[in-house]
C-alpha cells in the first residue's frame, strides 16, 4: 500500500499543496490504518477492503478511548484518499460511502481575557535585549493579527509593508492574504527590523531571528508563549493558536463584522469563524446576570 500512500500524498503536496504538517498526518493516519488492516485481515487487496473493515478500525480506535475529533480526522483523511484512489481509477467502488463520521461535542475557543493581555503587554516583563526585543514581538503579532504559528514563522522581509501598515502571511493551502496593523506594532517590527540588520551571521530573510543568526522554530514560538501567558492568566491551554482565539474574540466582542474576521483569519469558511460568536454570547449572558434585576 505504501505506493499508493506515497501517490497521495504526493497530490496533497504539489497538486493541493497542503503544508507540511497537514501531509504528515494524512501520511500518519493512513499508515496506522493500513497497519490495522495487516495486522486483522493479513494482506488485503486494496480493492477488497470495504466499510465493514474500515468500521472495524474505528471501532478499535473507540475502544481505545480515542476522541470523536481525532476519529473524525481520521475518517476525513480516508475520504479523501479514497477520492484521490477514484479519480485515478485505482478502486472502482468508495467504500466510504456507508461510513458516518461521529459528532464532536462543541468546545468553545479558549481566550486569554482582555485585562490580563493589557497587563502582559504593558508590564516590563520582556528583558531590554534582543531575546527580550523578539519575544515581544512574537507575543505582538499573534495577538494583534490573529496569525498562526506557521504563518508567523514564514514570515518574510518583504512581508512588511510600513507605508500601508500591513503585513502579508502566507496561510493554509499557500493562500496569501493581507493583514492591517496598528501604527504601535508597525513602528514596533521597524525597530526589530532595523536592530536585526546589524546582525553579521544572518542566513535567512526572515523577520524573527536569533541573536546568532539563525532563524526561529516552532519549539521556540510555543514555549516563548506559554512562559509569559503562564505570568496572566490560569486558562488550561497556553499555546500560540490561544492568542489566535483571543484576537478573535476580543475583535468581536467589540463589535467586529464576522466576515472581516474569518478574512482576518485566513479562514475559508464562515462557519470556522462563528465559534467564536459563541464566546461572544458568554460575555452577553454574564453581562445581563450582573446588571438585570431579575438575574
Request: hydrophobic share 35%; net charge positive.
Amino acid at each position: 500500500m505504501q505506493h499508493l500512500i506515497s501517490g497521495f500524498t504526493d497530490y496533497l503536496q504539489f497538486e493541493k499543496r497542503y503544508s507540511i504538517h497537514t501531509v504528515q498526518a494524512y501520511q500518519n493516519d493512513l499508515e496506522q490504518f493500513f497497519l490495522f488492516i495487516r495486522s486483522q485481515f493479513d494482506q488485503l487487496d486494496i480493492q477488497a477492503i470495504s466499510h465493514i473493515h474500515i468500521r472495524s478500525w474505528l471501532a478499535q480506535l473507540k475502544e481505545m478511548d480515542t476522541g470523536s475529533r481525532s476519529i473524525n480526522r481520521k475518517i476525513s483523511t480516508l475520504k479523501s484518499f479514497y477520492k484521490f484512489l477514484l479519480k485515478k481509477e485505482l478502486i472502482t467502488s468508495n467504500p466510504m460511502g456507508k461510513i458516518i463520521s461521529p459528532k464532536n461535542a462543541k468546545r468553545l475557543p479558549v481566550f486569554v481575557n482582555e485585562g490580563n493581555m493589557a497587563n502582559l503587554m504593558e508590564q516590563p516583563l520582556f528583558s531590554d535585549d534582543f531575546k527580550g526585543k523578539t519575544d515581544k514581538l512574537i507575543l505582538e503579532l499573534l495577538y494583534q493579527t490573529g496569525m498562526r504559528r506557521a504563518e508567523l514563522l514564514g514570515l518574510q522581509l518583504a512581508s512588511f509593508d510600513p507605508s500601508n501598515k500591513t503585513v502579508k502571511v502566507l496561510g493554509k493551502g499557500n493562500k496569501e492574504r493581507l493583514i492591517p496593523i496598528q501604527a504601535e506594532l508597525c513602528m514596533l517590527l521597524q525597530e526589530y527590523i532595523n536592530e536585526r540588520s546589524n546582525i553579521e551571521s544572518l542566513t535567512h530573510s526572515h523577520i524573527l531571528t536569533f541573536e546568532n543568526g539563525k532563524p526561529l522554530y516552532e519549539k521556540y514560538i510555543y514555549v516563548t508563549v506559554k512562559k509569559y501567558l503562564s505570568l496572566i492568566t490560569t486558562v488550561d491551554k497556553k499555546s500560540p493558536h490561544v492568542l489566535r482565539h483571543t484576537f478573535a474574540t476580543h475583535i468581536l466582542n467589540k463589535g467586529a463584522d464576522l466576515n472581516a474576521v474569518k478574512e482576518l483569519l485566513g479562514h475559508a469558511n464562515l462557519s470556522a469563524t462563528q465559534v467564536y460568536t459563541h464566546n461572544t454570547i458568554e460575555k452577553l449572558k454574564e453581562v445581563y446576570k450582573k446588571a438585570h434585576p431579575k438575574a
